[in-house]
């Protein structure tokens, strides 16, 4: 046995700037720029091999990781139409010094995930946001809302020329980093007081790196996209009781991880429903 010992000091200074402008009555701009910054968790730390629960993977940490600086800059453009519509545009660049990536490590008999510092990368996109009250369009519609947010995003790497990351592909997205996230949805509420409500929500995520080849020979291993669907229900049952019913991950969808053509990992977490009562006197 024995103490491992691993010690970091640092002083950021972290500065942010904010700036809104209101356009018009119902329009708005906002601008900002900031410095945030991660640290390494202390699995990836550790550099001692263990077992992911998940996958069954063996891992091992890399005591030399330093903390990952970003740099943020955001522009959004905001118009509410109503109390209840909005339509926002957002512009978005990040700049990574150092980030901290997971790296598929070849070695003797299976392969393994390690974690190392790049030298830095940059990520930048687009954000989409609509909220629409249906009932503008139709008096029929009055008890329907659709709402989306929907985000594009390009990740670009910068390996360096030493340590595990020089060993991966230069010409791929961050690890971690999805092309585009899509959520969307629509609320049904046929009372002004809400007592009774109805939600369905949509996700889907663009695949993913989750582990970085070690070499140029070896595929990189994806995360696929996965469809999921939510439903929450709101209703009054008698006097002061009240009931929700709330089911998640409907469709069930695979959790897929890819290695070019080759499935590495498939498995479900299965649906979740859950029923509750209110009861106020």
Same mark, same amino acid.
């Given at each position: 046995?024995?103490?491992?010992? +691993?010690?970091?000091?640092?002083?950021?200074?972290?500065?942010s700037?904010?700036?809104?402008?209101?356009?018009?009555?119902?329009?708005? &701009?906002?601008?900002?720029?900031? =410095?945030?910054? %991660?640290?390494? $968790?202390?699995?990836?730390?550790?550099?001692?091999? %263990?077992?992911?629960?998940?996958?069954? #993977?063996?891992?091992?940490?890399d005591?030399? !990781? /330093?903390?990952?600086r970003?740099?943020?800059?955001?522009?959004?453009?905001?118009w509410?139409?109503?109390?209840?519509?909005?339509?926002?545009?957002? !512009?978005?660049?990040?700049?990574?010094d150092?980030?901290?990536? #997971?790296?598929?490590?070849?070695?003797t008999g299976?392969?393994?995930?390690?974690?190392?510092?790049a030298?830095?990368?940059?990520?930048?996109?687009?954000e989409?946001?609509?909220?629409?009250?249906?009932?503008?369009?139709?008096?029929?519609?009055?008890?329907?809302?659709?709402?989306?947010?929907?985000?594009?995003?390009?990740?670009?790497?910068?390996?360096?020329?030493?340590? !595990?990351?020089?060993?991966?592909?230069?010409?791929?997205?961050?690890?971690? #980093?999805?092309?585009?996230? /899509?959520?969307?949805?629509?609320?049904?509420?046929?009372?002004?007081?809400?007592?009774t409500?109805?939600?369905?929500?949509?996700? /889907?995520?663009?695949?993913?790196i989750?582990?970085?080849?070690?070499?140029p020979?070896?595929?990189?291993?994806y $995360?696929?996209? =996965?469809?999921?669907?939510?439903? %929450?229900?709101?209703?009054?049952?008698?006097?002061?009781?009240?009931?929700?019913?709330?089911?998640e991950? &409907?469709?069930?969808? =695979?959790h897929?991880?890819? #290695?070019? %053509?080759?499935?590495?990992?498939?498995?479900?977490?299965? =649906?979740?429903?859950?029923?509750? +009562?209110?009861?106020?006197?």
């Amino acid at each position: 046995g024995g103490v491992y010992a +691993i010690e970091r000091r640092n002083t950021d200074v972290l500065p942010s700037l904010a700036v809104n402008v209101r356009l018009t009555d119902d329009q708005n &701009l906002r601008l900002s720029a900031t =410095r945030t910054l %991660s640290r390494p $968790e202390y699995r990836e730390l550790v550099p001692f091999s %263990s077992r992911d629960l998940v996958g069954d #993977q063996e891992f091992f940490g890399d005591s030399s !990781l /330093v903390r990952t600086r970003v740099q943020n800059f955001d522009a959004r453009w905001e118009w509410y139409p109503t109390s209840g519509e909005v339509l926002s545009v957002g !512009l978005f660049a990040k700049r990574f010094d150092a980030p901290i990536e #997971q790296i598929e490590v070849a070695t003797t008999g299976a392969t393994q995930l390690s974690y190392t510092n790049a030298e830095s990368a940059n990520n930048y996109g687009v954000e989409l946001e609509v909220r629409k009250d249906l009932g503008t369009l139709a008096a029929a519609l009055e008890p329907f809302a659709v709402f989306t947010n929907a985000t594009l995003m390009k990740s670009t790497i910068h390996t360096g020329d030493d340590g !595990l990351s020089a060993a991966t592909r230069g010409d791929r997205p961050m690890v971690g #980093q999805a092309p585009y996230v /899509v959520n969307a949805g629509f609320t049904f509420t046929p009372d002004e007081e809400g007592r009774t409500s109805a939600t369905v929500l949509y996700n /889907v995520v663009g695949k993913r790196i989750v582990a970085a080849a070690q070499t140029p020979l070896t595929e990189d291993s994806y $995360e696929m996209p =996965r469809h999921m669907l939510d439903v %929450s229900l709101r209703f009054p049952l008698r006097g002061g009781v009240s009931a929700k019913v709330d089911a998640e991950n &409907l469709f069930d969808a =695979r959790h897929e991880v890819k #290695q070019g %053509s080759v499935l590495r990992q498939s498995w479900r977490t299965g =649906r979740t429903v859950a029923i509750g +009562i209110t009861w106020r006197p």
